[in-house]
């Protein structure tokens, strides 16, 4: 499975930005597709994460309220809709695809994209 995410870039404060993420190769819908993200210094973490097959999500703490996954069957893409941006979420973000959902939720996912940097400005 090959992972390409897009859509990064620079934003206002309160501003909105919509990652992709585009997969190929050998897909199916039994994955789930995650997004995660790391600033500078920081741990990387899990925004949240979506399970192809039935569309039904889950976000951990730091994804609930500003953040929402989506896919697109037909495009084979799933995206993160971010709202109401603050400096604080400028970090690069990844998506990443595992069958297994608790390797999603530790980390620990087998197929990782390249990352795309969002950076926001106050």
């Known amino acids: 499975v090959q992972l390409q995410a897009s859509g990064g870039g620079l934003v206002q404060a309160r501003g909105s930005l919509r990652l992709s993420c585009t997969a190929s190769?050998?897909?199916?819908?039994?994955?789930?597709v995650g997004w995660f993200r790391q600033a500078p210094e920081k741990e990387r973490e899990l925004i949240g994460t979506?399970?192809?097959?039935?569309?039904?999500?889950y976000y951990p703490d730091a994804g609930k309220g500003r953040f929402t996954i989506s896919r697109d069957n037909a495009m084979n893409t799933v995206y993160l809709q971010m709202s109401d941006l603050k400096p604080e979420d400028t970090a690069i973000y990844y998506c990443a695809a595992d069958q297994i959902f608790a390797r999603i939720v530790t980390g620990g996912p087998a197929y990782w994209g390249q990352g795309t940097q969002v950076t926001v400005s106050r």
């Open positions: 979506i399970y192809w097959e039935t569309g039904n999500s």
């Open positions: 190769g050998r897909t199916s819908s039994s994955y789930f």
